[in-house]
């Protein structure tokens, strides 16, 4: 009896030659994506290392960086961005503490303790905090965080840092407890059963085995959302105003540097000047500072990453 498999007439016949033209326009297509997103990031980091050059002509680098007044537009003028960074910093640590531990609750509840319906219920309301606009953040911290504030806090300013950092706390709060709690529900089943057969109890099961074997995914959840607040723009613009100083409370008016560039992008400031180029300045920094946590998070998800059969 003849073999199947070793009958010719019967093999599978595997055309290598012919053009799979709606293959080939995907990978095109593909490539040009690629290419697009290449190129633009390119073209950014060229356009502000160019106007931030121009810049650094007139201004020195150490009054820019080391200098404690920011006040490019009046004369006499002085380019120190430690108001701005200060600004930012504030208003992102008071975020941190406020979102940080209310995400990581919010996760590990989703993660080790909600039923299905629970959590069909609360993961759309967490992730509905995700796509308000901003700038309703903004306003809801005038008409609502603000006068809040003021009832227990008379002598808070109409422009707060507080508030700002309340708002922005509340916009990256959906960011740490989504990506926390897919960190925390890819810890397999298996290491919290055996963890439970030797009587763990279930805060320890959560916070010596399952915390702990998601921490590469925690970790990075948090400084993406670190990223974020310090990228927010229009709710501290709206909320924490529009004044720079290195005030050490958070019950007057500040500036960040996002809020800087959307006074200098509103159309008022003259191009070509040095007034305008601090805009690339600030915003270089900005880019320096995003990209320096990208990076972070990056290293923390190679470095701590558990990888389980």
Known sequence: ??????????????????????????????????????????????????????????????????????VPLLKPSSYGVLPLLWGTMLITVGAAVIAIPLGLASAIYLSEYANDQVRAWIKPVLELLAGIPTVVYGYFALTFVTPALRSVIPDIQVFNALSAAIVVGIMILPTIATLSDNALRAVPVSLRQAAYAVGATSYEVTTSIVVPAGLSGVMASFLLAISRAIGETMAVTLAAGQTPNLDLTLLESIQTMTAYIVQISLGDTPSGGIAYQTLFAVAAVLFAIT??????????????????D
Not at 15 to 41: D, M, N, P, Q, Y
Not at 291 to 308: A, D, K, P, T
Request: hydrophobic share 50%; aromatic share 18%; glycine share 8%.
């Open 1 to 70: 009896m003849n073999d199947p498999a070793n009958n010719s007439g019967l093999s599978f016949s595997i055309h290598k030659g012919v053009t799979r033209w709606g293959e080939t326009g995907i990978k095109f297509w593909l490539r040009i994506c690629t290419a697009i997103s290449l190129f633009t990031t390119i073209a950014i980091v060229v356009l502000l290392l160019v106007e931030s050059f121009g810049f650094f002509r007139e201004v020195s680098p150490i009054e820019f960086f080391f200098g404690t007044r920011w």
């Open 291 to 308: 990209l320096m946590i990208n990076v972070i998070s990056q290293w923390i998800l190679g470095r701590f990453r558990e990888v389980y």
